[in-house]
C-alpha cells in the first residue's frame, strides 16, 4: 500500500517557472506528484518537467491531448521522452485517437483518458447535443468513455470521486481513477469546480490518485495544509483499504 501522501497529485497552475518552482521546492516532501497543465508547459516547457524530475519528484503532464490520431500518436512519444508518470489524452470522439496515445507512449508514461470534466455539469451535457440520458446520469458517459480508453490500452482514467467506485467495479483494480475536484472535509469551494468529493470519500470510493490544488495552495502554510489532507486519506485507508 502507497503512503497516503502519494496519493495527492499537486497542481502546479501558476503562470511562472519561478512560482512553480517555488511550490515543488515547498512540497516535493508532502505530496506524491507533481501536475504540469497547459499554462504552466506553455510558459515553461519541457524544462519545468527536468526540473521537477531532477528535485526528484514525479510528473502528471496534463495536456489532454485531443487531435488527429498521426499528431496525438507523436505528440505522445515526445511526452515518452520526458520520463513523466502519467499524460493525459481527452477520450473525446475516436477510439483510434486513445490507441494512438498508447502506440505513442510505448510503455514509457502511463496515459490517462479524460472523461468528462469536473467542470461540467448535467446541463453543459445536454447544451452540448448529448443524448439525454448522458445528461441525466453522467455517470453512464463516464463509463462509456472509460470502456473505450481500457479497450484501448490506456492505464486509466481522470473521473470524479463520485464515479471511481463504478470504475473499479466495471474494469478492476489496476485500471486507474484519477480524481480531481477534491475539497478537504469543511471546505465550502466556491470555485468552477461541480462534481466534488473530500479526499477520504474519494479513496473510500476506489480513487488511486487525487488531484489537490487550491486547498492547499491557498492556505497560510501549504506544507502543513498538505499533511492535514493526507492524514484524512490515511484515516480512510485504515479504515479498511
Known sequence: MKAAKDYIIFPLDVPTTDAAKKLVTLLSGEVGMFKVGLELFIEAGPEIVRFIRGEGARVFLDLKLHDIPATVSRAMRRVADLNVTFATVHCGESMRMLEAAVEGAGGKVG???????TSVSSRDIAEAGFAADYAADMTRLVMKRAEAARTAGCAGIVCSGREAAA????????????????????DQPADDQKRITTP???????????????????????????????????GALSGGR
Not at 474494469?171 to 475539497?183: E, H, N, Q, S
Open 200 to 234: 477520504a470519500a474519494a479513496v473510500d470510493l476506489g480513487a488511486d490518485y487525487l488531484v489537490i490544488g487550491r486547498p492547499i495552495r491557498d492556505a497560510d502554510d501549504p506544507p502543513a495544509a498538505a499533511r492535514r489532507i493526507a492524514a484524512e486519506i490515511s
Open 111 to 117: 496515459v490517462l483518458g479524460v472523461t468528462v470534466l
Open 167 to 186: 470504475v473499479k467495479n466495471a474494469f478492476g483494480p489496476d485500471f486507474l481513477a484519477v480524481t480531481p475536484g477534491i475539497r478537504p472535509a469543511g
